[in-house]
């Protein structure tokens, strides 16, 4: 099994090269930008949809030799490729959501790119001659030598870089590399149900009760009060341009340490167990009733995804549980289904003698059916094609500034599709 995943890097270009990047940050946002008009033009006029290769030779090739386009050769010309091949795959996505051939939320069409987006990025393909030098720099075609803070090793050479610029102005190198194979952990023998428990991050089917750290409810309540500060600042004024980076700095580290914590939890609960089950809670449904909250401060979605792709990476069994089966009101040890419980109700006793915590009871049953699931499943060994992108990309939401609404402490993300994105999968083949 062959695994890619992303490492993200800071990076610390001097001035020269930032100036560099923006010019290739700007280059790609137009081309991007071009294309996604041409396309729009065509469709006013009942015209066909036009093709990659052709979209291709018209807002590159032929643009170049235009006068008002040719400062596009300035920029490695692989940049302005990724930008169109990321323009294509929005329209893909975007396709295959309206016609029912995508699950999950609906895709938005491409939308234009600007200058004031918080996140600008460029990728660069191996065909670019992109390099990690000896010394430690990122070679980047028309840019140059950029160093970067190693803060762990790449294990294998990159399939491609994305630099990013961030709203809290920090550059990042996201490299994909595909993983060596056999790296496959000892088998052990347990096995795992996780529940997303309304007071707790998640309950385990062993009885542990997992609990957000202080740490991180701390650094959330900041970025509440920021959050506050920057609502009473005048729109348009250069002290609200001040607190937009103050936001957006804090939700960096909100997020980081949020996604620091769920990967060593993930990687313990992987070590440790042979198969893990968890409750599919499709998390866009739920954003719309009164648990949105608790799901979407717990970064649930983020979590489940992590254990999904290190499940994959080291040979353990990862499924989710329908979500319609009555896994908080059934007995793990009867099977008998009770009456709907209020959300309040903590502890319960079943008829047959058995005294129950709700969310350890949940997660029993979600082991149960898990198993039960697994077992069926047995003969067509099922794995899923495509792994949820954990949300690794430079460790920040592409409209981290913008999110002003809060709920106990951590902020609410606004939500929104990123069409643009098609490199931010992890892929399993
Ligand atoms: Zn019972």
Redesign the pocket.
Known sequence: MVVQLRYNYRITPDSAQRTALAQAFGCARVVFNDGLRLRQQARAVGGKYVSDADLSKLVITRAKATEERAWLGEVSAVVLQQALADLNTAYRNFFASSTGKRKGRKVAPPRYRSRKDNRQAVRFTRNSRFKVLDNGCLRLPKIGDVPVRWSRTLPSEPSSVTVIRDAADRYFASFVVTTAEGEALPPVESELGIDLGLTHFAVLSDGTKVTAPKFLRRCARKLKRLQQELSRKQKGSANRKKAVVKVARAHARVADTRRDWQHKLSTNIIRENQAIYVEDLCVVGLGRTRLAKSVHDAGWASFAGMLEYKAIRYGRTFRRVDRFFPSTRM?S??G?VNDKMALNVRAWD???G?AHDRDINAAKNILAAGRAESLNACGAQVRPAFVPAPRTEAGIRPDAARSTRSVEGISVLQERASTSEPATEVIAA
């Open positions: 007995c040890s009867c008998r079943c008829p047959c058995s």
